[in-house]
């Protein structure tokens, strides 16, 4: 009696057992067939994204060769007359403080990334508009003289907009990564970057934060239409 | 009869080994799924982003294009170049904060009569004016321009190097109505203001707000150098 019992006991585990094999192979195949499916189409989407990025960086150089060759026009211009002289030597200087050349100096790359670790909180482990407003004053408040955010230049009208994954600076939108360049006293800014709340908190939520020093950082010019920049303002003389 | 026992033990603990580690990879799964499914969204609204991003940039090629042509056509007059050279310089000015500007904005007034304004208030409340279009800002008659810090120093907030006392008074240039709209939001700026940080708080739209120049000498370029021929 004792023994059929045993052995009763013993077929029903090994046809559990046997079920709960099945059911886990059936369950890794089906896995990797939806995880193929949907690498392969993250793959596809991820080229796509490159094409449009590269595509995006030729066009900016586009934009930025166009500015330059009307502005090499303007100042190669004929002037017989002599008038225009000091026209184009105060254009020049405005245009530098404005944040409308090109230029490059020491200073400091911040590179923000948004966290691969997944938190509990989805809200936590991405990068928001006031993190980056708040590394922005805290650059300027080292003395920072002229800043870009993946290469858009940072001018008095710029707004930080954070939309879904994207940031918009100067009405472009930009995706993760942001890339913060900052010219000025690179001791001074890295210092006081390194050593703000800001940037403790976000390493604290795991956000990939990273701070170089370097000698010649390029810091490229506001490449906006002017006229819509400034069309509601009125200059009191 | 025990090593029959023994048996049938060893048989459950092996079974309930399984029963884990498979528990285990069915959850890991579908947790992998879930993270994959997130970045597969993330990626198309970046592509959208970034398709809608270069629609723009292919705009304003366009647009250069067509001021270059019309340049062109001005060659070698003297007076059009000065025309065209005035007025950049006038633009230039005016961006770099440079000029006293005038134009229809709104006024936000900020008193700390109760509670105390944070450097992050102003800075947020000046983002949220740049972000709905203001093309020019002050606070206290501290024009903001591109390398403005706003500094939180006691009960004062320091701009441009400037101590500044409460109450502040922010002034905008854009449109008066989407400025006020951008702020009184749902769940916006305005509502935070009154209800968590007890801030006296008032937006007063004006057809003509007068907004100082920077003093020049906050914009500094010393470590700045021109590039030429990248």
Redesign the interface.
């Known amino acids: 009696m004792?023994k059929k019992e045993?052995k009763f006991?013993?077929m029903i585990?090994?046809i559990?057992?046997g079920i709960?094999?099945s059911?886990?192979f059936k369950?890794?195949t089906n896995?990797n067939k939806?995880?193929n499916a949907?690498?392969h189409?993250?793959d596809q989407?991820?080229q796509?994204?490159r094409d449009?990025?590269e595509?995006?960086e030729e066009?900016?150089k586009?934009?930025?060769n166009?500015?330059d060759?009307?502005e090499a026009?303007?100042l190669n211009?004929?002037?017989?007359?002599g008038?225009?002289t000091s026209?184009?030597f105060?254009?020049s200087l405005?245009?530098?403080?404005?944040?409308?050349?090109?230029?490059?100096?020491?200073?400091i790359i911040v590179s923000l990334s948004d966290s691969i670790v997944?938190s509990d909180d989805p809200m936590n482990s991405i990068i928001h508009?006031?993190d980056i407003?708040?590394i922005l004053?805290e650059i300027?408040?080292a003395?920072?003289?002229?800043?870009s955010i993946n290469d858009n230049r940072?001018?008095?009208?710029?707004?930080?907009?954070c939309t879904?994954?994207?940031i918009?600076v100067n009405?472009?939108?930009?995706?993760?990564p942001f890339i913060i360049k900052a010219?000025?006293?690179k001791e001074k800014l890295y210092n006081l970057l390194e050593e703000s709340v800001v940037i403790a908190i976000l390493r604290q939520f795991n956000i990939d934060v990273k701070i170089e020093k370097k000698d010649n950082i390029?810091v490229y010019k506001?490449?906006?239409?002017?006229?819509r920049?400034?069309?509601?303002?009125?200059?009191?003389k | 009869?025990n090593r029959?026992i023994l048996s049938?033990t060893v048989?459950?603990i092996?079974?309930g080994i399984?029963?884990a580690v498979?528990y285990r990879?069915?959850y890991n799964?579908t947790y992998?799924?879930g993270?994959?499914?997130k970045?597969?969204e993330?990626?198309?609204?970046?592509?959208l982003?970034?398709?809608?991003?270069?629609d723009?940039?292919?705009l304003?090629?366009e647009?250069?294009?067509t001021?270059?042509e019309e340049?062109?056509g001005a060659?070698?007059n003297?007076t059009s170049?000065?025309k065209?050279?005035?007025k950049?310089?006038?633009?230039?000015?005016?961006?770099?904060?440079?000029?006293?500007?005038?134009?229809?904005?709104i006024v936000v007034t900020l008193d700390n009569s109760v509670g105390l304004v944070a450097?992050?208030d102003i800075?947020?409340i000046v983002?949220e004016l740049?972000?709905s279009?203001?093309?020019?800002?002050s606070v206290n008659g501290q024009?903001?321009?591109?390398?403005?810090?706003?500094?939180e120093a006691g009960r004062y907030i320091v701009i441009n190097g400037n101590k500044l006392m409460p109450p502040y008074y922010i002034k905008a240039?854009?449109?008066p109505v989407s400025l006020k709209n951008a702020l009184n939001l749902v769940g916006g700026i305005a509502e935070n203001f009154q209800e968590m940080y007890n801030i006296k708080y008032s937006i007063e739209m004006v057809d003509e707000i007068?907004i100082p120049k920077v003093d020049?000498s906050i914009?500094?370029?010393?470590?700045?150098?021109?590039?030429k021929n990248?």
């Open positions: 004792k045993n006991i013993l585990a090994f559990v057992l709960a094999m059911m886990q369950s890794i896995n939806t995880q949907v690498k189409e993250y989407y991820i796509q994204l449009e990025q595509t995006g066009l900016n586009k934009i930025s166009n500015i060759q009307i026009y303007l211009s004929t002037d017989v007359t008038r225009n026209l184009k105060r254009w405005a245009k530098y403080n404005a944040g409308l050349t090109d230029v490059k100096g020491p200073g997944q508009d006031t407003l708040k004053n300027k408040k003395g920072a003289q002229a800043i940072i001018i008095s009208t710029s707004e930080i907009v879904g994954p994207t918009r009405g472009y939108r930009y995706t993760n010219i000025g006293e390029e506001y490449s906006g239409d002017l006229e920049t400034i069309s509601s303002l009125e200059e009191v | 009869v029959k049938i048989v459950c092996i079974l399984i029963l498979q990879s069915v799964n992998l799924e993270i994959e499914g970045r597969l993330d990626i198309k609204t970046q592509l982003m970034e398709k809608q991003k270069n723009d940039l292919r304003r090629i647009e250069l294009e001021q270059k340049l062109e060659y070698s003297t170049v000065e065209t050279l005035k950049e310089l006038d633009y230039s000015r005016m961006i770099a904060g440079l000029t006293d500007v005038k134009g229809a904005g450097d992050s800075l947020n983002n740049r972000a279009g203001a093309q020019a800002i024009r903001i321009v591109a390398v403005s810090e706003i500094r240039i854009a449109d007068v020049s914009i500094k370029t010393n470590y700045l150098e021109p590039m990248k």
